[in-house]
């Protein structure tokens, strides 16, 4: 293949008018499809999401990256697309939320990289008035390519033949979907579970895989041409990064478990590329640490293991114990939580880890949720200015911390204050997620425990 020449694969971003109309099901149910039938399948997906992700590698057996045209970037989302076009027979990407929703949003992928659409949406209670819905969803940003549309969650034949006749735009593939208890995955407050806590995921999915076979849908869309981005600063860092390893001989103690399970794939594989040993550990089951020279807690859901993670008092010592040694200790959200003294859920108080002192209560409304970023130069003195990195904030949970905030996320495009940003020691605390290749050189330095805090 020659440099810069373009690669053509079939594609489609899977999208919606809103959420809950079933886009995660559609998109796992038709990687599976085209995986059983020996296709090569990479999905994506868009916007800050864990949860999602787990689904769609069960589904396709392959890792699941963000694409995300302010987190992730425009370029690197090009340069990801051009290398799983290089290997994949079908690409497909997960919308976020609705598919006008958002700044950057769903439609605006789309549109960039030149990727029709495949509109899921939810007819329960709907006739006629499908079709309206449709047109409006078609119409109302001309510029985007639609490839059909699905009409999810129908009562029957009857209904469903009804609602497809109702679409004028003809030229679009269509279909419709059944209401099935059987293939909809179960959700909680924060999405769908997970895909480890469904012990009969894999029949979930090829049951809903089985709607693919007998559908209009059971080909593979037409190719999309995709192009080699050029390569700007933060690939050539990242290459650098890569072939310096900075971070070879770190071990990095990283908690993952069905209590902690927020992990981008891109963090993880920042760390292994330059250098870094993962460690993976389990505050539910392990009762000590090993050996290592830096802890990641990210976020997840310990208000559902609250119980088990109170009990474990050998492992929750040896975390005390480690963040004192003042070695790195990196904690996001539930991570965040899980260091306070206690954790309120449902009216009972469990112990924490008691490395910070502070108490989180669960809520049962939305505490807080959207990108954000923060400059960390405020915090850490020896970091150069400015130092910004992005992410984002989802939950249901508020914190009383006995420390000064050292800085405010901003949420983005508001630019109004998200989440407190804590830090004592080398213990970096927020309910902030981090994208760490949003900045690179930061988290380098962080995992190998060289800022510092003038307390």
């Known amino acids: 293949m020659a440099v810069n020449s373009p690669v053509f694969c079939p594609a489609l971003v899977i999208s919606a008018p809103n959420s809950g109309a079933g886009k995660t099901t559609v998109t ?73 929703d958002g700044t950057p949003n769903t439609a605006d992928l789309s549109e960039l990289f ?65 209401r099935d208890s059987h293939i909809s995955l ?46 700007g600063d933060d690939a050539k860092q990242y290459a650098d990064f890569k072939r310096a390893k900075p971070l070879k001989g770190q071990r990095i103690l990283v908690a993952k478990d069905n209590a902690f399970s927020f992990l981008y794939r891109a963090n993880l594989a920042m760390l292994a590329d330059f250098g870094a040993e993962l460690s993976y550990i389990s505050p539910l089951q392990d009762k000590t ?84 970023y923060v400059d960390l130069s405020a915090v850490y003195p020896n970091i150069a200015e400015p130092c910004e990195v992005r992410g984002h904030s989802f939950h249901y949970s508020s914190a009383e911390i006995n420390l000064t905030a050292l800085a405010y996320s901003q949420f983005y495009p508001r630019n109004t204050q998200a989440e407190a940003i804590y830090a004592c020691d080398k213990i970096l605390a927020s309910y902030m997620h981090w994208y760490f290749p949003s900045n690179m050189a930061f988290f380098v330095t962080f995992f190998n425990g060289e800022v510092t805090r003038d307390e």
């Open 186 to 231: 179960p959700e909680r407050h924060l999405g769908i579970m997970q895909a480890g806590e469904l012990q009969n995921i894999d029949v979930y999915l090829e049951q809903a895989a089985q709607q693919f076979a007998n559908s209009h849908f059971n080909q593979l869309p037409k190719d999309v041409v995709f192009w080699p981005s050029k390569e």
């Open 289 to 372: 640490l090993p050996k290592g020279d830096a802890l990641y807690i990210p976020g997840g859901y310990p208000e559902l293991y609250a119980q088990q993670l109170s009990q474990n008092n050998a492992f929750k010592q040896a975390v005390k114990q480690f963040a004192i040694s003042n070695k790195p200790v990196l904690a996001e959200c539930g991570g965040m939580l899980y260091l306070l003294d206690e954790l309120i859920s449902e009216n009972t108080h469990f112990t924490m880890c008691g490395v910070l002192n502070g108490k989180a209560t669960m809520n049962k409304t939305l505490s807080s949720i959207g990108q954000q």
């Open 28 to 100: 796992a149910a038709m990687a599976r499809y085209f995986t059983n039938m020996g296709k090569t399948v990479q999905v994506f997906k868009t916007g800050p999401d864990f949860i999602d992700p787990m689904i769609l590698e069960a589904a396709s057996n392959r890792p699941v990256y963000q694409l995300d045209l302010w987190v992730v970037g425009e370029s690197e989302c090009q340069r990801m697309l051009y290398q799983a076009a290089i290997v994949a027979d079908l690409i497909l990407i997960e919308g976020v939320m609705g598919l006008f």
């Open 114 to 178: 030149g990727i029709p659409i495949l509109a899921v949406i939810d007819g329960s209670a709907m006739a006629q008035s499908f079709g309206a819905l449709v047109h409006g969803l078609v119409n109302y940003q001309p510029s985007l390519n639609f490839y059909g549309v699905i009409a999810n969650k129908i009562a029957g034949q009857g209904h469903g033949e009804m609602v497809l006749q109702s679409i004028n735009e003809k030229a679009l593939t269509q279909d419709y979907f059944l």
